[in-house]
């Protein structure tokens, strides 16, 4: 007799919550719709040349910052684990345990069927944390008594200049 799935949910969840009260960390993602061809409706006008400023409100255009509750647990990669990537990770990159309820709710927020969308959606740009940007390149489902628990995100940084 073991656990259950959502008892490991739930257990990993209070951890998080308790222990884990460091920098925030958040899911990142585009306002704007984006087509088929990967550049939304001003990608054409864009690819001609011509430049585009916004002009709609605060909710039509740019991005929007989610945050991701319970905590993550976040880990700076070592130099080891950068070079056994195999060139995918650079310095600086940082491993993300996110847990499974996190993912099930925004699920549900942006009625997707996919957990695998919530990260590889074509609106998401990548995760804040620290007030930097992160790509993500490597998505791993951990697994136990036949559910998703948590989710490993290997991601790499990039510098965001500071707004005023």
Avoid: C, K
Wanted: charged share 15%.
């Amino acid at each position: 007799m073991g656990f259950s799935g959502w008892a490991l949910r739930n257990l990993l969840d209070g951890h998080q919550r308790l222990t884990q009260q460091g920098l925030q960390v958040f899911i990142r993602t585009m306002n704007n719709d984006v087509d088929d061809d990967g550049v939304g409706e001003a990608g054409e006008f864009v690819t001609y040349g011509f430049q585009l400023t916004v002009t709609g409100g605060v909710g039509e255009s740019g991005v929007t910052d989610t945050l991701i509750n319970p905590p993550p647990d976040v880990q700076a990669m070592t130099l080891h684990n950068i070079g056994m990537a195999g060139g995918q990770l650079r310095f600086g990159a940082h491993s993300f345990l996110i847990s499974h309820t996190w993912v099930l709710e925004r699920m549900n927020q942006l009625g997707l069927t996919d957990p695998y969308e919530v990260f590889n959606g074509e609106a998401v740009v990548g995760l804040m944390y620290n007030t930097r940007l992160f790509s993500i390149e490597s998505l791993v489902a951990n697994t136990g008594a036949g559910e998703i628990i948590s989710w490993l995100v290997l991601a790499n940084m990039f510098e965001v200049p500071p707004t005023t």
